[in-house]
């Protein structure tokens, strides 16, 4: 009784779930890939944009606002259609926030605020979906400290190792500088950029995610 209770208490015994693998890696690569540019929007906005500290927190504010009522409209969503449909929907645009802050220019620099609002709509749909999806994998007489534990090593993983990589790439591209479309395109638009490709990680993952009761992604557009 004692080896069983302690197997219980080891975190990695989760990973043996396969329907919990499969959802942990399908979020800890889209943690990852948004986490490679996620430290420098605010430098961007301050330094190159020359937005000032009160327009910064406002844009801020907006995500949250947004990400607030999301919250609040997703979850109906999922209840009614499940989570696998809703990912469906809500995971290709998030290639598109950091599109909008590569392409903003102090004279462009409204595509700031669009981007934050996308980014809170997308976030709060992504992360009920996932989070719904987290409680329906994990099983009923299992001991669920162990699970969220293994979900938290996983998820903070992705949260500490993604910087790192971004900060790495800025250094890297620090020699390239070249115009595109007009707009001027230098280290951490191209590090934007990398993250928004990354997003294709998880959405190339997001059919090996178990969702039983999802609808159909054609039901919950219609």
């Excluded at 802050?101 to 595509?111: A, K, L």
């Excluded at 998820?155 to 707009?183: C, D, K, N």
Aim: hydrophobic share 50%.
């Amino acid at each position: 009784h004692h080896e069983t209770r302690d197997g219980n208490e080891n975190p990695f015994i989760a990973f043996r779930n396969r329907s919990f693998t499969r959802l942990a890696i399908f979020f800890l690569t889209w943690n990852f890939a948004l986490g490679i540019a996620r430290p420098f929007y605010s430098v961007y906005m301050l330094n190159h944009l020359k937005i000032s500290y009160t327009s910064v927190a406002i844009f801020n504010s907006i995500f949250m606002i947004v990400m607030v009522f999301g919250y609040k409209v997703m979850g109906g969503l999922v209840d009614r259609y499940g989570s696998k449909a809703v990912l469906n929907i809500l995971l290709p645009p998030t290639i598109l926030t950091p599109i909008l802050w590569t392409f903003s220019s102090p004279d462009w620099y409204w595509f700031i605020p669009l981007a934050m609002a996308l980014n809170g709509l997308l976030h709060a749909g992504i992360i009920t979906s996932t989070s719904s999806l987290l409680y329906s994998t994990i099983p009923e007489d299992s001991n669920k400290t162990t699970y969220f534990a293994a979900w938290s090593t996983a998820i903070q993983l992705a949260y500490a190792l993604s910087p790192l990589l971004g900060s790495y790439l800025v250094e890297a591209f620090r020699p390239y500088t070249f115009e595109w479309m007009g707009f001027a395109i230098g280290n951490i638009q191209l590090v934007f950029l990398c993250s928004s490709g990354a997003v294709f990680i998880p959405i190339l993952l997001l059919p090996i995610v178990q969702d039983a009761k999802s609808a159909s992604t054609r039901e919950l557009l219609s």
